[in-house]
């Protein structure tokens, strides 16, 4: 018999496991930016990295946001956690901090819009970047160099879905001792866990699935100490001490909060927390809802093209049946008259127009005339974004409502 106990178990009590004071059955909101203590020397011992598990200002952490990255460290199974402001600045310190003028970073070209953006700013300051259709190990595999650093895909595309191919990769960066980084904000360490596939690091949007309410702003780095950091150069020699497997971590804590300010609030951290405890629930119930959605849009004659992981028309399918538990809530469609497309998104009623994702409601957008409207026509031609594509984040309404309200708006 099975004893370990399922997600939604750990994550419910959690904050318990830790204890709360006044026997609350969440960590309170801490507020305070600075913290005091008795002695002197133990405030040093913070600063000093020897005093563990306490706190100086809030821009390096508070209580609730460390109750919070216990709770992800826990999720997908690591040895630590920093959290961020934004899924952006979570992305942005991991690059920024591991990485130096000189280095190389090997990436899916297959990634979300401001993603992209920012390689291009990597590249500003004089880290090389070599974009590569990821779905093949084997372009991964040729773009490797004696200066790559790191490896970095999400593991579903936004708004493409494309898959790369996990465990080729993964295998791949252990043989050359090369960083796998690994974006998990769409599925979750609740349909999947980059660990399995040898991730070393985890990124993920806080405010997408695992909070899932459209309220709370957050990010995520998650180490899953499977990567060796005493043999990565780019540590800086304050932070090799102690544990070797905290060194990556300190050294995005210290220079990605301390020095940048991305910072998560405690108010955030809080409702990101509260929301992660139905995060199985509503996994269960979006990912039905797609999949019935996307078989009904592949169906339709308007539909040009559907892009859903679980449907047996997508290029990866057996990819995500392999690794996926389910398929999560983001899809997307292709009209065949690209032209309709604004005048089909506003016929739609119970979908919100609006950017973002992992909502408890439906989003819909226009992704080339809008998140992708700036990469420019070439670039989006190489990511396979198509002028009719439209982004859906499937929300937690009934099935049936979605499906007819999608019907009458591209009926003729």
């Known amino acids: 018999m099975n004893n370990e106990p399922g997600l939604t178990t750990e994550i419910v009590h959690s904050d318990r496991e830790f204890g709360v004071e006044h026997g609350g059955l969440h960590k309170p909101i801490h507020t305070s930016v600075q913290y005091g203590f008795d002695k002197v020397e133990d405030l040093i011992g913070v600063f000093q990295g020897t005093l563990k598990g306490g706190f100086n200002y809030a821009r390096q952490g508070t209580p609730t946001t460390a109750a919070l990255e216990a709770k992800l460290t826990m999720m997908e199974q690591g040895v630590g956690t920093v959290s961020f402001a934004t899924g952006m600045a979570a992305i942005t310190a991991l690059f920024l901090t591991l990485l130096r003028a000189g280095d190389h970073i090997v990436s899916s070209r297959y990634v979300f819009g401001n993603t992209n953006s920012l390689l291009g700013t990597l590249g500003d300051l004089g880290i090389a970047v070599s974009k590569v259709d990821a779905c093949v190990v084997r372009h991964v595999a040729q773009a490797l160099r004696p200066e790559t650093r790191m490896v970095f895909v999400e593991t579903v595309a936004n708004p493409g879905t494309q898959i790369p191919d996990l465990d ?5 960066c252990r043989e050359k001792g090369v960083l796998f980084v690994v974006d998990n904000t769409i599925l979750s360490p609740a349909l999947f866990r980059p660990k399995d596939v040898g991730a070393g690091l985890v990124v993920h949007s806080l405010t997408k699935t695992i909070a899932g309410h459209g309220n709370a702003l957050g990010g995520a780095v998650i180490d899953t100490g499977l990567f060796d950091w005493s ?7 304050a932070y090799r001490k102690g544990d070797a497997k905290q060194w990556g971590l300190t050294q995005i804590r210290k220079k990605g909060l301390r020095d940048m300010g991305g910072s998560l609030s405690s108010q955030h951290a809080h409702l990101i927390g509260a929301g992660a405890e139905t995060l199985v629930l509503r996994l269960a119930q979006t990912s039905a809802t797609a999949m019935a ?23 990866q399918h057996a990819l995500a049946q392999k690794h996926f538990k389910a398929g999560s809530w983001l899809m997307a469609f292709e009209l065949r008259n690209a032209d309709a497309c604004l005048e089909v998104l506003n016929r739609l009623k119970l979908p919100v127009k609006a950017t973002g994702m992992g909502d408890s409601r439906t989003l819909v957008i226009p992704v080339a005339h809008t ?4 990469a420019g026509a070439a670039a989006r031609a190489e990511m396979g974004i198509a002028d009719g594509l439209i982004r859906v984040s499937v929300g937690l309404e009934d099935s049936a409502d979605l499906i007819a309200d999608f019907a009458q708006a591209l009926a003729d």
């Open 371 to 374: 998140i992708f409207w700036e």
């Open 231 to 237: 043999r990565y150069p780019n540590i800086n020699e």
């Open 293 to 315: 959605l996307a078989r009904f849009l592949e169906g339709h004659p308007a539909v040009a093209r559907v892009h859903y992981p679980m449907l047996q028309s997508h290029p």
């Open 168 to 172: 080729a990769i993964g295998r791949l």
